[in-house]
């Protein structure tokens, strides 16, 4: 990788400590790392690689902290479209059971794709189910053919029905398999450095799927390795009962009493997290991925996401799996979330600058990355920009930014992630977005239908 400059932005928005937002700006980059920001009068005049963002709005790349790719082949599926969480689960887990290696790279792919072409350079996955002899290695060689920065969470499932689970006894694992795989996974694939590409996680699925000694087990093995710790907490009410019932704690309670909690820790949902829960996640640092549409969808309420912010709670965003959510549009996640706190609060519970703060730097925090998240000398070179003369801007220049979260967008103009140029004008150049399609459908037919 040389350099590259990148100048004339209609608006650059750099999301740094003093949240400056240039006109006329731009970034000067030497391989994956930023360099210089600044209006484009300050920065160097050549480098390898010109790009002029003329008639752009350009801004850190987006991140997003949660996200199920597998997901993706079970869109819209009828007997799932009006569940709740429990039902909706119920409905799918026999459908999951039928995934092949092949499903799982293909679906990454088609995953990251969309993320990708909605402003987001960085994302987690949650891949909780193994079965016919699905690894996480499937999606991890896929990020890596399609280049997105990605922290691959080694998720897992142990508590089947006839133990008092959610999931069907066909669909989990056993704890000592579950452990050595995550282990191995770790070794074989973590890079702790600045800029990784590549990070690990261990993600048992959630207090309902898993045991209390493997919740434990897994932080044991987490520190130890130095990698952070994932898992859905609190997404609705039968989700808190479920923990009251059986633990005789609430969520948050029970998360303290296994120490998952921490800055190395975040939740997916917290729809339900009550105030002494909001309070210990502030106090601790623990982190919060938020997924307004899946909550929507679910109908499983509104995260109090106003409030865990004014204390100081970690809070990003996530698209959560596509079939909870059925789509992959990180952009219009910030736009939910923005709608639907005000909503539930109040018409200035959110702001749009807020909502993109969150998207970003919120969305670094949670995955406890400092590299990320902020356009700034020393940070990854993971820069977006979205064409601000299209349809879904017009009449919103009086302020571009705010349009950004209050307009409906279509794809970005151009994404780069470290230091590489994944869509140009528009086009996905890692992949042939038809083919890949096309074969995703084939595939999701297979295992929706069996056939």
Same mark, same amino acid.
């Given at each position: 990788?040389?350099?590259?400059?990148?100048?004339? !932005?209609?608006?650059?928005?750099?999301?740094?400590?003093?949240?400056?937002?240039?006109?006329?700006?731009?970034?000067?980059?030497?391989?994956?790392?930023?360099?210089?920001?600044?209006?484009?009068?300050?920065?160097?005049?050549?480098?390898?690689?010109?790009?002029?963002?003329?008639?752009?709005?350009?801004?850190?790349?987006?991140?997003?902290?949660?996200?199920?790719?597998?997901?993706?082949?079970?869109?819209?599926?009828?007997?799932?479209?009006?569940?709740?969480?429990?039902? &909706?689960?119920?409905?799918?887990?026999?459908?999951?059971?039928?995934?092949?290696?092949?499903?799982?790279?293909?679906?990454?792919?088609?995953?990251?794709?969309?993320?990708?072409?909605?402003?987001?350079?960085?994302?987690?996955?949650?891949?909780?189910?193994?079965?016919?002899?699905?690894?996480?290695?499937?999606?991890?060689?896929?990020?890596?053919?399609?280049?997105?920065?990605?922290?691959?969470?080694?998720?897992?499932?142990?508590?089947?029905?006839? =133990?008092?689970?959610?999931?069907?006894?066909?669909?989990?694992?056993?704890?000592?398999?579950?452990?050595?795989?995550?282990?191995?996974?770790?070794?074989?694939?973590?890079?702790?450095?600045?800029?990784?590409? =590549?990070?690990?996680?261990?993600?048992?699925?959630?207090?309902?799927?898993?045991?209390?000694?493997?919740?434990?087990?897994?932080?044991?093995?987490?520190?130890?390795?130095?990698?952070?710790?994932?898992?859905?907490?609190?997404?609705?009410?039968?989700?808190?009962?479920?923990?009251?019932?059986?633990?005789?704690?609430?969520?948050?309670?029970?998360?303290?009493?296994?120490? &998952?909690? @921490?800055?190395?820790? &975040?939740?997916?949902?917290?729809?339900?997290?009550?105030?002494?829960?909001?309070?210990?996640? !502030?106090?601790? @640092?623990?982190?919060?991925?938020?997924?307004?549409?899946?909550?929507?969808?679910?109908?499983?309420?509104?995260?109090?996401?106003?409030?865990?912010?004014?204390?100081?709670?970690?809070?990003?965003?996530?698209?959560?799996?596509? !079939?909870?959510?059925?789509?992959?549009?990180?952009?219009?996640?910030?736009?939910?979330?923005?709608?639907?706190?005000?909503?539930?609060?109040?018409?200035?519970?959110?702001?749009?600058?807020?909502?993109?703060?969150?998207?970003?730097? @919120?969305?670094?925090?949670?995955?406890?990355?400092?590299?990320?998240?902020?356009?700034?000398?020393?940070?990854?070179?993971?820069?977006?920009?979205?064409?601000?003369?299209?349809?879904?801007?017009?009449?919103?220049?009086?302020?571009?930014?705010?349009?950004?979260?209050?307009?409906?967008?279509?794809?970005?103009? &151009?994404?780069?992630?470290?230091?590489?140029?994944?869509?140009?004008?528009?086009?996905?150049?890692?992949?042939?977005?038809?083919? =890949?399609?096309?074969?995703?459908?084939?595939?999701?037919?297979?295992?929706?239908?069996?056939?």
């Amino acid at each position: 990788m040389g350099t590259l400059l990148i100048r004339n !932005a209609a608006i650059l928005v750099t999301m740094d400590k003093d949240r400056r937002e240039i006109p006329g700006g731009g970034v000067y980059c030497d391989g994956n790392r930023i360099v210089h920001v600044g209006p484009t009068e300050e920065l160097p005049s050549s480098a390898d690689e010109v790009i002029d963002a003329a008639g752009q709005i350009v801004l850190p790349g987006l991140v997003n902290t949660h996200h199920h790719m597998y997901q993706s082949l079970t869109r819209v599926v009828p007997a799932a479209q009006d569940a709740e969480l429990f039902g &909706w689960l119920k409905a799918l887990y026999p459908i999951w059971a039928r995934l092949t290696p092949e499903m799982i790279a293909v679906s990454t792919q088609t995953a990251m794709a969309e993320l990708i072409l909605s402003g987001c350079t960085t994302t987690s996955d949650h891949l909780y189910i193994y079965p016919n002899g699905c690894r996480l290695d499937d999606a991890i060689e896929a990020a890596q053919a399609i280049g997105m920065r990605f922290h691959a969470s080694r998720g897992s499932m142990s508590l089947g029905v006839s =133990l008092g689970g959610l999931p069907p006894d066909s669909c989990v694992e056993s704890e000592p398999a579950i452990l050595a795989d995550t282990q191995r996974l770790i070794e074989t694939y973590h890079d702790p450095e600045r800029f990784s590409m =590549l990070r690990l996680v261990v993600a048992p699925c959630s207090p309902f799927s898993v045991t209390t000694g493997l919740m434990e087990e897994s932080a044991r093995l987490a520190r130890h390795y130095g990698v952070s710790l994932h898992t859905h907490l609190a997404e609705n009410v039968n989700d808190v009962a479920f923990s009251r019932e059986r633990f005789g704690q609430s969520p948050a309670e029970y998360a303290e009493s296994l120490g &998952w909690i @921490g800055p190395d820790v &975040w939740h997916a949902h917290c729809v339900q997290l009550d105030e002494p829960g909001i309070r210990l996640f !502030a106090r601790t @640092g623990t982190g919060v991925a938020h997924c307004p549409c899946s909550n929507m969808r679910l109908a499983s309420g509104i995260a109090p996401v106003r409030q865990m912010r004014c204390e100081g709670v970690p809070v990003g965003l996530g698209v959560d799996g596509s !079939a909870s959510n059925d789509a992959g549009h990180l952009l219009g996640e910030a736009r939910q979330a923005m709608l639907l706190q005000r909503v539930g609060f109040g018409p200035a519970a959110m702001t749009a600058r807020q909502a993109l703060e969150m998207a970003t730097l @919120g969305g670094a925090q949670v995955l406890h990355r400092d590299d990320i998240g902020q356009l700034a000398p020393g940070m990854a070179a993971d820069i977006v920009a979205f064409d601000i003369d299209q349809i879904g801007m017009a009449g919103a220049l009086h302020d571009p930014v705010a349009a950004l979260i209050f307009c409906a967008l279509g794809s970005v103009s &151009w994404s780069m992630i470290n230091g590489q140029i994944i869509v140009k004008n528009g086009h996905l150049l890692p992949l042939e977005l038809p083919m =890949l399609v096309e074969r995703h459908n084939v595939l999701s037919r297979q295992l929706v239908h069996g056939s």
